[in-house]
């Protein structure tokens, strides 16, 4: 789920900078209401007492009003998890295999 919701970020990304000056980086619209909405929900279920979890939910508070540059924030605290994760599952790797 973490890597769909990143993808979908990434998405979203794409839209906002073919959108350019047009919109002098504002966003709106329910895709984007709910992405956010489904990081919040997935971050709440699986990281409700993260550091990042809170700075997630507090940028995203703000998203509609700061911006399309809240949304590169979002995108890279939502990242960050996939990283910590990839991390933690590296050392749990060397762990076992200094086992054996």
């Given at each position: 789920?973490?890597?769909?919701?990143?993808?979908?970020?990434?998405?979203?990304?794409?839209?906002?900078?073919?959108?350019?000056?047009?919109?002098?980086?504002?966003l709106?619209?329910?895709?984007y209401?709910?992405?956010?909405?489904?990081?919040?929900r997935?971050l709440e279920?699986?990281y409700?007492n993260?550091?990042?979890?809170?700075?997630?939910?507090?940028?995203?508070?703000?998203?509609?009003?700061?911006?399309?540059?809240?949304?590169?924030?979002?995108?890279?605290?939502?990242?960050?998890?996939k990283?910590?994760?990839?991390?933690?599952?590296?050392?749990?790797?060397?762990?076992?295999?200094?086992v054996?």
């Amino acid at each position: 789920m973490l890597n769909k919701l990143i993808q979908e970020g990434e998405e979203l990304t794409q839209y906002i900078e073919q959108l350019g000056a047009r919109t002098n980086g504002s966003l709106k619209g329910e895709e984007y209401s709910l992405w956010i909405a489904k990081c919040v929900r997935y971050l709440e279920l699986n990281y409700p007492n993260s550091e990042l979890t809170k700075m997630f939910v507090k940028e995203s508070e703000n998203a509609f009003r700061n911006k399309a540059t809240a949304h590169y924030n979002l995108l890279g605290i939502i990242k960050a998890f996939k990283l910590f994760k990839e991390i933690q599952y590296n050392r749990e790797r060397q762990n076992v295999l200094r086992v054996y």
